[in-house]
């Protein structure tokens, strides 16, 4: 079988409805596009469905089925990824946890459920959680993520994750933290919620008095004084991409989560500091390192951008707009770089992020494959409604995955 | 996650094929539409298979599927269905039954499988029946349903419904009414058979002396003599809608299975007699009902028009055409009264009836989702043929249930 090499850009929370400040188009519809529509002339394109029609998914189960995974099976909460981003190894019988630095009030009531969106001082905060001993000599682990974002690990025998979350949520200032309690019958859960218990309060202690939390009260800045937890999972099984198909996968990224991923699943990952996973990402490097890496001995490289879905949430369809000029421009370069008869060329998106919903939605996602021998719809203009007539129309990412892995050359047949 | 409100019109046997007689078209396509043509431009369709490509749904399955509902594991059969809508409260271990008031002669051949379509006295005559009592202690439950038909209910230890119909079926006057036998070898089957004999019996000795059917006697009627039984079935346990999504149902209709099927799933119904679930039914009446009830504390309506299924069945298409005229006028006034950027107006069918088969087919169902905030297909004529290049073409039933959750804010995230 001929093998190819391939790109594809994720572009987090792409997908948009129609938007009346934008004369009812789509952010991707509205947008000038020049480059866009060069690539999507030599392509197959259509909305697809990250999952199954009208089910929304998260960045971590649109991601895993973007790769090819089944996520029934493979999906083990958002607490093992998490960890994995920070760099933890878990092991058997570790629970994960997905973490933020908080603050509550002496009455146990949240006062922000991100400490002031804290961005300094939480190496040192976690640092002093890090190595923590619980009951039953249940071992904490702790390390910072971006801004107020930390992993938590309970690592010691008997433990398991149906234990509710300590944190009540979005919109909960003002209510206390949640009572650790187990979610089923076991006496794992029962144990866990008991140390879940114990850690929220030795962490609250211990970071209270930290000199970090004491400088920044001194400052008028709220104190991270507490550790709300949430998304627990046990790690299993997850097969490396390597081990599914034979090729060398890897992943340019900022954002610390779609590192964490696509290294559980093999990939090596690429950063810099520049990556910042934020509207002003330096989008032209990213294209710049997959190309290099290209040139080596990579197969299949991943570039995720994760502003479009930040503009989502924030409800701002022009920067929504902006970043995906921003992106044309930087596709610009790339297109007179990349030979398409030797490497295909896609995009896609984990999900949409309506502006206007401002949450992930169900809709399907803009996607395109091109390359020199793909099968051209003929369409050559970028957006929801122009892919309607295309050849991936209503497919799902995993259908996406699959179509990849067979143009690269890289499947078994099935019979003979 | 922002929350709308929702109203699906379910057009009972709406699609349909090509006839000869309307040109080629269908009878949707055939009529002037131009109320669901301005409805249409503002929204996606497609045509949608109730369940899977080529199968055939009942009216029952259809509508649960509608509701989205795994009917591989929450369908039980019709007759409980039927209990539901005469109103019965079914206990576990009860069997229920559809049954026909019919006409039997001496020898037990039937004479006529719905008593000369009989519509008078037989609430008189299922009372007479109900609280039989039979072995083993078996009580006899019976409520009269719109004309010639009633449910019948089997209370009792030690029951099955794993028994043969009693009634032949569609084309079998002249033959005789089926012995009843078990379906499979358990005891509990080999006493329900006979338990059902018993019933056929007594009740045929109880209908042939009683006074309406005397009264029918002589003004030369024939006679409910006998009771045909079908579609058997223990219930199970049903989520009812809002214990799955946080949201209030509502369903208008006149047809008694639909109000059964859709209480059973928990929605509060409404009905009126001059909803009378035929030609003649009073459209807008529904139409300004539902408004009303969206005006109030319900979350998604769900009106019912039975008209075209019936046309299908009678091999109508002009009829066919006729009603959804007389539905396109009311969607005029619908149109006017409500607020496409705070409720999602559908329309759908439960499966295809088309005329010149006379029975349901597995043909996709015309279906549109319109809204302010929807991806706009650009179709603007309602039809079949119109809508094959909408971007609901060639999903499911369920699909289309779960889009509608997604665009009103109903949906849990998978994944984080």
Redesign the interface.
């Known amino acids: 079988m001929r093998r190819k090499q391939g790109l594809l850009i994720v572009c987090d929370g792409l997908g948009d409805?129609?938007?009346?400040r934008l004369n009812?188009d789509?952010p991707l519809e509205h947008a000038s596009t020049p480059n866009l529509d060069r690539l999507v002339s030599q392509g197959m394109v259509g909305?697809v469905y990250p999952?199954?029609?009208?089910?929304?998914?998260?960045?971590?189960?649109?991601h895993?089925l973007i790769l090819g995974y089944d996520?029934e099976t493979y999906?083990y909460?958002?607490g093992p990824i998490e960890a994995a981003s920070a760099g933890i190894d878990l092991k058997p019988g570790d629970v994960a946890f997905?973490g933020n630095f908080a603050t509550v009030d002496g009455d146990r009531r949240i006062i922000d459920r991100r400490a002031g969106r804290i961005t300094e001082g939480t190496a040192e905060l976690a640092r002093a959680l890090n190595g923590m001993t619980l009951e039953h000599g249940v071992i904490v682990l702790a390390k910072e993520l971006t801004s107020h974002r930390l992993a938590v690990v309970f690592r010691g025998a008997g433990l398991s994750a149906s234990v509710k979350d300590t944190d009540p949520g979005a919109t909960s200032e003002g209510n206390p933290w949640q009572d650790p309690s187990p979610l089923d019958a076991t006496p794992e859960a029962a144990r866990t919620a008991v140390l879940v218990r114990e850690f929220s309060i030795k962490a609250s202690n211990i970071l209270s008095n930290h000199p970090v939390n004491l400088e920044r009260k001194k400052r008028g800045s709220l104190p991270a004084n507490f550790i709300l937890l949430?998304?627990p999972g046990m790690m299993g099984p997850l097969p490396k991409l390597d081990e599914r198909f034979p090729l060398k996968p890897a992943c340019v990224a900022g954002d610390k989560t779609i590192l964490g991923i696509t290294r559980m699943a093999g990939f090596d990952t690429f950063t810099d500091p520049r990556f910042t996973g934020e509207a002003d990402t330096w989008l032209q490097g990213k294209l710049e390192k997959a190309l290099q890496l290209l040139h080596t001995d990579y197969d299949w490289v991943l570039v995720h951008v994760k502003a479009p879905d930040l503009a989502g949430h924030d409800h701002k369809p022009e920067g929504k707009v902006e970043i995906i000029e921003r992106l044309d421009e930087a596709m610009g370069f790339l297109l007179k770089e990349i030979d398409l008869s030797r490497c295909y060329v896609g995009f896609t998106a984990d999900h949409s992020t309506?502006c206007?919903?401002?949450?992930?939605?169900?809709?399907?996602v803009p996607t395109c494959i091109a390359g020199a021998d793909v099968r051209k719809d003929g369409i050559n203009r970028t957006g929801?409604?122009f892919f309607?007539?295309g050849s991936l129309?209503?497919l799902s990412a995993r259908d996406i995955f699959m179509i990849q892995m067979d143009l690269m050359g890289r499947t078994e047949k099935y019979g003979a």
């Not at 409805?17 to 009346?20: A, E, M, N, V």
């Not at 999952?51 to 649109?62: A, E, I, M, S």
């Open positions: 409805r129609p938007i009346g009812g789509t909305n999952y199954k029609p009208g089910v929304r998914v998260g960045t971590d189960v649109g895993l996520t999906y909460g958002r997905r949430r998304g309506p206007e919903v401002g949450d992930h939605s169900g809709d399907p929801e409604r309607r007539s129309q209503n």
